[in-house]
């Protein structure tokens, strides 16, 4: 059973354009998402997250939002550039203490940013 | 920085064999997970540990077994491998569980069963 889900293995986007990654979850009790990127032969590296309590969250060229009605969030890059080029795994987790609060990963979408 | 140190990057291994898989962080994290990455599949928890000699198990842990003797180290075991475990393992670790859990990860190590 796929509590987190992408639904787009791969995208592909011309540089300097926006990038959208869409994430879909099924557990309402998971309170705090993340975004991890990972190049090819290197261990996934944290981006950005966002508590329940948030709908945007910003980091630079990087934006997160949630939409807990629709169970639905989404990684916005802007201006892409080639360098973003990897696979992005949405994550998620609830704010439980403990052994409960474990990460719970979706699939995967692959980004290729073209020139 | 923490690290996150997999000692072996690339295997390949015969149906049957005994495999230890090998992680140790530098930065006295108390929680260290083992995951798989496979293509369509994401990343699925085989098993974590949140302290020494203490482990839960993941969402796949059949044919695995793991250990924590040392806090700094968390070793991951094929008692026999098949190749249906041919995979990319990744070891992280966290200093709390709480929901913002950011792991950090090690480079990966691919092993393959023939």
């Known amino acids: 059973d796929q509590q987190v889900k992408q639904n787009s293995p791969s995208l592909s986007v011309q540089e300097g354009r926006i990038s959208i990654l869409n994430c879909d979850y099924t557990n309402s009790m998971f309170d705090y998402f993340l975004w991890y990127k990972k190049y090819p032969a290197e261990g996934p590296t944290f981006l950005i997250s966002i508590s329940s309590i948030k709908d945007k969250n910003e980091d630079g060229r990087f934006t997160v939002f949630l939409n807990k009605s629709a169970k639905h969030l989404s990684l916005h890059i802007v201006p892409s550039q080639p360098g973003d080029s990897a696979v992005y795994f949405c994550a998620a987790s609830w704010s439980g203490t403990g052994t409960a609060s474990k990460l719970t990963f979706g699939t995967g979408t692959r980004l290729q940013v073209t020139l | 920085d923490v690290k996150v140190t997999q000692s072996s990057r690339y295997l390949v291994k015969r149906t049957g064999e005994k495999v230890f898989l090998e992680c140790v962080q530098d930065m006295d994290h108390e929680n260290m997970f083992w995951y798989r990455q496979d293509p369509g599949l994401g990343l699925r928890l085989i098993y974590f540990?949140?302290?020494?000699?203490?482990?839960e198990k993941g969402d796949i842990p059949e044919g695995y077994s793991v250990s924590r003797e040392k806090k700094e180290r968390f070793s991951l075991i094929l008692e026999s491998a098949s190749t249906n475990q041919t995979s990319m393992y990744l070891c992280?670790?966290?200093?709390?569980?709480?929901?913002?859990?950011?792991?950090?990860f090690g480079a990966g190590s691919r092993l393959t069963v023939l």
């Open positions: 540990s949140y302290d020494v000699k203490m482990k």
């Open positions: 992280a670790s966290t200093a709390r569980l709480t929901g913002a859990n950011v792991l950090t």
